[in-house]
């Protein structure tokens, strides 16, 4: 099974009242492989929900393309700019369609910067899942994305530990921290301090 996974965007929505084709329709439309399940994710101008589904059956249809298995789900999320809410949504069906499709394609020009970029981070980190976009002019363009995030992080958390490790507090300074009012701790400090500049390591190292 082939499927198409989306956020509804408002340019979707305001192209059907023109009986024009926007990101959505258009991937359905010129896709190389018709989609047997189509999922939309949308939260907010429900009234226009059940119309533009409809739409969209009629003008697959007449395409001669699969429009039986097309659904707007109600995302329950805090806001289209909230990016946990927007995760766990994103997720749960990502994770569905992965699990029971052979191939999913993943639309990244509707909804907002908060959704598609959610909607990568999971389809990243699936095999099936294939990413396009589509432009003013209605033209289908596949999307590689060939950071593997888990791997970027992990060098970008790598790095961080690394730099924090070699980079060491100014020696002079460090022990103008500390204070000492007896004459025998200052003598000490004083003794640690000619140390270090020395930079021996490993006393007692056999």
Not at 40 to 69: F, Q
Not at 81 to 108: F, G, M, P
Not at 129 to 152: A, C, R, S
């Amino acid at each position: 099974m082939n499927a198409l996974f989306s956020w509804l965007g408002r340019t979707d929505l305001d192209k059907m009242k023109q009986s024009a084709p926007a990101a959505i329709a258009s991937l359905a439309l010129n896709h190389e492989v018709p989609f047997d399940k189509i999922i939309v994710m949308a939260n907010t101008w429900e009234g226009e929900w059940d119309k533009y589904r409809s739409w969209l059956e009629l003008t697959l249809e007449r395409a001669g393309r699969p429009c039986h298995d097309i659904k707007i789900i109600s995302a329950q999320i805090t806001s289209p700019i909230d990016y946990t809410s927007i995760n766990i949504e994103a997720e749960r069906w990502l994770n569905k369609l992965s699990n029971s499709s052979e191939h999913v394609a993943i639309n990244l020009t509707s909804g907002t910067p908060a959704m598609i970029a959610m909607t990568v981070l999971i389809g990243k980190g699936k095999s099936n899942t294939h990413f396009y976009q589509v432009t003013p002019e209605n033209k289908v363009l596949f999307v590689d994305i060939p950071l593997d995030f888990g791997k970027e992080y992990v060098r970008s958390a790598s790095k961080n530990v690394a730099s924090k490790a070699v980079s060491k507090p100014g020696k002079a300074q460090s022990f103008d921290l500390i204070t000492a009012e007896s004459p025998v701790m200052a003598a000490i400090i004083s003794q640690a301090e000619r140390l270090a500049k020395t930079d021996v390591l490993g006393f007692g190292a056999g």
